[in-house]
């Protein structure tokens, strides 16, 4: 490819809107170009750098015995109210109407689709296990796009759907994606972990995601310093290892905490430590109000109380709700002498403290010397708390630790979610029929290719690892308008292509420095510039990845280009 007419319109400066790497690299290099907020446009480099991804997600999809196909976009709103999704979804679902006035959704995962694609047409036992996958846009209007392609309203998926007749047959179509996810990430160098996650509205049990580890990643994994579990820690459960304290109960007493809110202020006021403080927060669990207790030097985890009380909708309650049930605002909230409406729920660490401080459900007053069983009542004891970092790793192997982490992929266990609601069944081999049993299993394709530029980059821009980089070879003659030199050029041009190598051929005629400062920008494996040897035909080969520079004679050149692009 000329490069003097390709358009890559790299951009000098660094755009003030793009917060992390890869967005300002995707945006310099000329990979993307927005076209309205948190909708994006890849440019031919980016294009190529994205079905790179996409032909390894697609290699090792079709080698996991996976079959492709490619479903609408558009979907209709009876799909959607047939497995009763239309109503749980709210803004983030784009709807559209069509010139009759039919409603109708964009589609932001195919569940539905599928489902009721292969119920019409799969009918027999002797059909199953059946994996299709798509790699198609996707649709989900984020409130707030942020990261350049990292979290946009459009981006693409490849999403996988899974069919078996049985939940052991699931466990092996389960084990095949995840497998197939490991080389998929380890093609693309990233550094990666599987770690155990929420299945959030997805319903089933095992679920994992694919974590690329990065300091700007949104989610948070709580790993072992010692094995190898990691998980999300919107789920990582806690081990419950405390000791009670021994310290004698003392009398209870109210103190005067005017304006002393968070545990912060009140536990410096009363000179009492974070850990003898109890947090007592209002939620409301399916429109019923729930307090929830937690040790004040703990975070509680909404995703734990849903799970806890198996519930739909856990919010935190709002000032009104509070005064109206817990007779006080936020911060003087306590357990004692709580409304019988009120359900009482805390975690396991509550119940080793003596002596503790808590709100009085009395405007600017606390109590002192609280004693849980002694003088509050607690419906449950549950795992409520956010994993901290130097707690006991929850196989009892290690320390934890906490690492940010970006989703590239997420494997779910759907069971029976929607085949059940939209009756896909087959027929067994006794002729009983029975609803398949599904798995669901989605990568953010670009989204990896984002993540592969926070992983490879370096001050002067990205260094592509050779198996997603939109081009093998950057050939650069120094001054086009030297006969030795172009002639030289066209020739390698010529030789490097008919060995089906990618080369961007800069025929600008740009100063040397603006040429290389370009160059280091769009990171390809490999650069050859021709410059005062070309009459000898000796041209210079440099390696963006380890800055090594070797003088080659074009007689050994493409062996030598060979060793460090993918073939
Ligand atoms: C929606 C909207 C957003 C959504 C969903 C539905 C996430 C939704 C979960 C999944 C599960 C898996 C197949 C590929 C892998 C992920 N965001 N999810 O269902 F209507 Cl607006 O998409 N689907």
């Not at 047939?82 to 959704?105: I, K, V």
């Amino acid at each position: 490819m000329k490069q003097s007419t390709y358009l890559s319109p790299t951009l000098r400066d660094i755009p003030s809107d793009a917060e992390v790497k890869s967005h300002q690299l995707m945006l310099r290099t000329g990979l993307i170009r927005q076209s309205t907020s948190g909708v994006y446009s890849f440019l031919p480099l980016g294009l190529k750098a994205l079905q790179k991804v996409e032909g390894i997600i697609r290699e090792e999809m079709n080698r996991s015995g996976a079959q492709e196909l490619l479903m609408p976009a558009i979907q209709s709103a009876e799909l959607w109210q047939e497995s009763g999704r239309w109503e749980a979804y709210g803004p983030e679902l784009m709807r559209l109407h069509d010139r009759h006035g039919r409603e109708f959704a964009l589609g932001p995962t195919h569940e539905e689709v599928i489902t009721t694609l292969v119920r019409d047409d799969v009918r027999s036992y002797k059909k199953l296990p059946m994996t299709l996958y798509q790699i198609q846009n996707k649709f989900r209007d984020e409130r707030r796009p942020r990261f350049g392609v990292l979290r946009s309203r459009e981006f693409l998926m490849k999403d996988a759907y899974s069919f078996d007749t049985s939940f052991d047959g699931l466990d092996e179509s389960y084990q095949k994606m995840f497998d197939a996810y490991s080389r998929i990430f380890t093609r693309c160098e990233l550094d990666f972990r599987a770690v155990v996650a929420d299945s959030g509205a997805m319903g089933g049990k095992d679920t994992h995601e694919f974590m690329v580890l990065s300091d700007i990643g949104e989610d948070t994994i709580a790993y072992s310093d010692e094995s190898d579990f990691a998980a999300n820690i919107e789920i990582a459960s806690v081990a419950v290892n405390y000791k009670k304290s021994d310290e004698p109960m003392k009398e209870l007493e109210e103190k005067e905490t005017h304006n002393q809110k968070s545990i912060e202020e009140v536990s410096s006021f009363l000179n009492v430590d974070a850990s003898k403080c109890i947090k007592s927060l209002l939620f409301i669990v399916d429109n019923d109000p729930v307090l929830v207790l937690v040790r004040g030097d703990h975070e509680v985890n909404d995703v734990k109380i849903k799970h806890a009380l198996d519930a739909q909708i856990v919010e935190m309650a709002t000032e009104e709700d509070t005064k109206q049930w817990m007779k006080t605002v936020p911060g003087y909230v306590g357990p004692l002498s709580v409304s019988d409406d009120v359900k009482v729920i805390a975690d396991h660490a509550v119940k080793y403290i003596a002596n503790a401080v808590c709100g009085a459900n009395k405007d600017h007053t606390h109590y002192m010397n609280v004693n849980p069983e002694r003088d509050f009542k607690v419906d449950e004891y549950y795992d409520l708390r956010n994993i901290q970092e130097g707690d006991p790793s929850p196989d009892g192997k290690g320390t934890i630790r906490f690492k940010e982490g970006i989703e590239v992929g997420h494997v779910f266990k759907l069971g029976t979610r929607y085949s059940e609601a939209m009756n896909a069944s087959f027929l067994d081999d006794q002729g009983k029929t029975k609803p398949m049993i599904m798995g669901c299993y989605g990568i953010g394709v670009s989204r990896t290719l984002a993540a592969v530029i926070e992983q490879h980059h370096d001050e002067n821009g990205i260094v592509w690892p050779a198996s997603v980089a939109p081009f093998d070879v950057h050939l650069i003659p120094v001054n086009i308008k030297q006969e030795d030199q172009r002639s030289l050029a066209d020739e390698l041009y010529t030789d490097l292509q008919n060995e089906r190598l990618e080369v961007l051929y800069d025929d600008r005629a740009e100063r040397p420095g603006v040429k290389f400062k370009d160059s280091d920008l769009f990171g390809f494996p490999v650069r050859i510039t021709v410059g005062k040897k070309a009459a000898e035909g000796i041209v210079e080969l440099k390696l963006r990845k380890t800055g090594e520079v070797i003088e080659v004679h074009k007689d050994e050149l493409i062996q030598t280009v060979k060793q460090y692009v993918s073939n």
